[in-house]
């Protein structure tokens, strides 16, 4: 029996911006996807009228979906509403390990992708005093992948993408799309996946390479100093 289609129920605390994890069903894939939504934690006025900015906080691969409040918590202190999904399922394939990965990695991420436009259309109804015309998409590992692929495939609804050493799907080349990705320093990107010095010069993005950083590591549960150092980047980068 399906779990009511839209079914939110946040609990707040007075240690952590961060909500209770919940769930909101996809009938037409028989698909409960598991969330955690956080509020501004500034003290702006959102409304109709005057809508505050939308993120979509995206994991890595085998990562829990609220692993990465350091990201969501800037994103509050700038006004953001930010959510966490939970993109893999125990019913879902695993992730293909053998290249080329843009053909055989293409239907996890073009599941994310579905996944992150049902519920923009959910949300939207619902968080009506914020806005999902123009997203923020965050994203590690495989997660940055399913964000690149998602602002190729709607590159007018987003404004600002941010990955965490993706390393498989292409970046947007897009005058429109700011992109900051932060580079770890253990693996290489795909031939490709990062944009050249001449593109560079041509588009809103910035590639930043963390020495001594590891791919792993790029997470709530990484060193300080590197938790640190990705906070003030993306702060930087949302102000």
């Known amino acids: 029996m399906h779990k009511t289609l839209f079914y939110l129920t ?6 952590s911006s961060y909500a209770s994890e919940t769930y909101i069903t996809d009938i037409s894939r028989d698909r409960e996807i598991p969330i955690s939504i956080s509020l501004p934690t500034n003290n702006v006025k ?10 979509f906080i995206n994991a890595g ?19 953001y509403l930010a959510i966490a999904v939970g993109h893999e399922l125990k019913t879902d394939p695993m992730l293909n390990v053998h290249p080329p ?7 996890n991420w073009h599941r994310g992708v ?3 436009k049902f519920l923009v259309n959910k949300l939207a109804a619902k968080y009506t005093e ?5 997203l923020t998409l965050f994203g590690h590992s495989n997660g940055g992948d399913i964000s690149a692929l998602y602002a190729a495939m709607y590159p007018d609804e987003v404004s600002d993408l941010i990955t965490l050493d993706h390393r498989r799907m292409l970046l947007p080349r897009n005058k429109d799309i700011r992109v900051l990705t932060l580079r770890g320093s253990d ?6 996946v990062l944009l050249s010095e001449k593109e560079l010069s041509e588009f809103p993005v910035t590639q930043l390479r963390i020495e001594k950083s ?15 150092r990705m906070s003030k980047e993306v702060a930087k980068f949302i102000n």
Do not use: I
Not at 101 to 107: D, L
Not at 130 to 134: A, G, L, P, T, V
């Open 101 to 107: 990965y843009m053909a055989t990695r293409m239907e």
């Open 130 to 134: 914020y806005d999902f015309s123009k």
């Open 46 to 55: 959102c409304s109709k009228q005057n809508k505050c900015p939308v993120a």
């Open 214 to 228: 590891r791919h792993n590591d790029m997470y709530d549960g990484g060193p300080d100093w590197l938790v640190d």
């Open 61 to 79: 691969y085998g990562m829990g979906h609220n692993s990465y409040t350091f990201a969501s918590d800037e994103f509050n202190k700038q006004g």
């Open 10 to 15: 946040l609990l707040f605390t007075s240690v």
């Open 114 to 116: 579905v996944t992150l």
């Open 187 to 192: 693996y290489p990107a795909d031939v490709g």
